[in-house]
């Protein structure tokens, strides 16, 4: 089981520099979709490699879908030798992404991505359209089946200037003939 709240948690505290992306983000942003994994793209600054290295350390973090005596370790220098890793830690699935297919390395992923407050902390979340655009990229089945919901989302959430509710009807009560906009039947 993932505890997707305790993970953000950890990484908020550490001070960690990511941006939330995959099923998580799309959650966010309204998809009904489940997730089993926690995705984030993580700036690869030596700093940083350095505190996602730490705060995570604490939760035996081992590399998920290979056998278990393999040996691994987890540090800065591991992470600048690698770009993508899928781990199993002690608070779930956790992918650690260096790049964003379709999108590109930590930067433009952050330069896509809106800030939004999760856990009473705030939170770089990929937008509706990065995560559309890094889907479409992957051409992986799973990833295109949740486009048509995101794209769908994604229309919803655009500003249109209009005010779309249910039962809105407009008014279509024209101006009397001097064209002062007062009800003719109010006189």
Same mark, same amino acid.
């Given at each position: 089981?993932?505890?997707?709240?305790?993970?953000?948690?950890?990484?908020?505290?550490?001070?960690?520099?990511?941006?939330?992306?995959?099923?998580?983000?799309?959650?966010? @942003?309204?998809? %009904?979709? &489940?997730?089993?994994?926690?995705? *984030?793209?993580?700036? =690869?600054?030596? !700093?940083?490699? /350095?505190? #996602?290295?730490?705060?995570?350390?604490?939760?035996?973090?081992?590399?998920?879908?290979?056998?278990?005596?393999?040996?691994?370790?987890?540090?800065?220098?591991?992470?600048?030798?690698?770009?993508?890793?899928?781990?199993?830690?002690?608070?779930?699935?956790?992918?650690?992404?260096?790049?964003?297919?379709?999108?590109?390395?930590?930067?433009?992923?952050?330069?896509?991505?809106?800030?939004?407050?999760?856990?009473? @902390?705030?939170? %770089?979340? &990929?937008?509706?359209?990065?995560? *559309?655009?890094?889907? =479409?990229?992957? !051409?992986?089945? /799973?990833? #295109?089946?949740?486009?048509?919901?995101?794209?769908?989302?994604?229309?919803?959430?655009?500003?249109?200037?209009?005010?779309?509710?249910?039962?809105?009807?407009?008014?279509?009560?024209?101006?009397?003939?001097?064209?002062?906009?007062?009800?003719?039947?109010?006189?």
């Amino acid at each position: 089981m993932n505890d997707f709240e305790q993970t953000l948690k950890v990484l908020f505290k550490a001070g960690v520099d990511f941006v939330l992306i995959g099923g998580v983000a799309a959650s966010v @942003h309204g998809s %009904a979709h &489940l997730t089993y994994d926690l995705d *984030i793209c993580y700036d =690869r600054s030596a !700093g940083n490699l /350095k505190r #996602l290295a730490d705060a995570l350390s604490l939760y035996h973090p081992r590399l998920r879908g290979v056998p278990g005596n393999l040996r691994f370790s987890f540090d800065a220098r591991t992470l600048s030798h690698g770009m993508n890793f899928t781990l199993a830690t002690d608070l779930g699935d956790l992918d650690l992404f260096g790049e964003v297919l379709g999108i590109g390395p930590y930067s433009a992923v952050k330069a896509l991505s809106n800030t939004i407050n999760l856990y009473d @902390h705030p939170c %770089a979340v &990929l937008s509706l359209q990065g995560l *559309i655009q890094s889907k =479409r990229a992957s !051409g992986r089945s /799973k990833d #295109l089946l949740v486009l048509p919901e995101l794209e769908a989302l994604s229309e919803i959430q655009q500003p249109t200037g209009k005010i779309r509710t249910a039962g809105h009807r407009q008014n279509k009560r024209k101006p009397n003939k001097k064209g002062s906009g007062k009800d003719p039947k109010s006189r």
